[in-house]
């Protein structure tokens, strides 16, 4: 079974507009935690934010932010006013206490910000 | 700054080569990954070490193999290369001792067998 899913495979916004990424997760470790990466078409995955499972806290980062809500297993990925620059596509990984130090990758939601 | 860096950008190989893609992390970390990437299905986890000469075995290892001899250097191989082994390949190191640290990626390599 999928551990992370991202059901959106490809997302076009016009530039200016905002736009939800969306990842699911499942696990049944009470101890996780969650990551959102940014591919950009040069291919190096860069991190952008990790949670744990015992914060929930929301959090904002410039035209990012990111809604964490264990109560439905998600961890939302918003971009604010897009910008070309955020053409890319994103990915949201798990990694569980239980397992160490393995990810378990979401399938990628492909941005693509129209000028 | 962590840095991760991969062998080759892009390679071509025929079909039974023997390929080896090589990963050199510079932050002294315990754990090193290899995935495939591929359209539609993510990265899949190939193997992962998180000791010299330790190995484990990811989601999708048949066809692959890999050495870890030293800390800083883990290398993927491809006994007898095929052509449903074309792929991105990517490497990643962490640290051993923080869970839930974030893995660092390489550039990756864009492999295409023919």
């Known amino acids: 079974a999928q551990k992370v899913t991202q059901a959106q495979t490809e997302i076009s916004v016009v530039e200016k507009e905002d736009v939800t990424l969306d990842c699911v997760y499942e696990?049944?470790?009470?101890?996780?935690?969650l990551f959102w990466y940014k591919q950009p078409p040069s291919g190096e995955l860069v991190f952008l934010i990790r949670?744990?499972?015992?914060?929930?806290q929301n959090e904002i980062s410039g035209r990012y932010s990111w809604n964490f809500q264990k109560s439905t297993s998600s961890f939302n990925f918003t971009i604010t006013a897009s910008q070309v620059v955020d053409s890319a596509v994103y990915f949201c990984?798990?990694?569980?206490?239980?397992?160490?130090?393995?990810?378990?990758f979401g399938t990628g939601t492909s941005l693509t910000v129209i000028p | 700054d962590v840095k991760v860096t991969q062998s080759s950008r892009y390679l071509v190989k025929r079909t039974g080569e023997k390929v080896f893609l090589e990963c050199v992390q510079d932050?002294?970390?315990?754990?090193m990954f290899w995935y495939r990437q591929d359209p539609g299905l993510g990265l899949r986890l190939i193997y992962f070490?998180?000791?010299?000469?330790?190995?484990e075995k990811g989601d999708i290892p048949e066809g692959y193999s890999v050495s870890r001899e030293k800390k800083e250097r883990f290398s993927l191989i491809l006994e007898s290369a095929s052509t449903n082994q074309t792929s991105m390949y990517l490497c990643?190191?962490?640290?051993?001792?923080?869970?839930?640290?974030?893995?660092?990626f390489g550039p990756g390599t864009r492999l295409t067998v023919t």
């Open positions: 990643a190191s962490s640290p051993f001792f923080f869970r839930g640290y974030e893995q660092y």
């Open positions: 696990t049944r470790d009470t101890t996780y935690y």
């Open positions: 949670r744990n499972s015992f914060d929930e």
């Open positions: 990984a798990l990694s569980e206490a239980g397992t160490g130090n393995q990810f378990y």
């Open positions: 932050m002294d970390h315990e754990n």
């Open positions: 070490s998180y000791d010299v000469k330790m190995k």
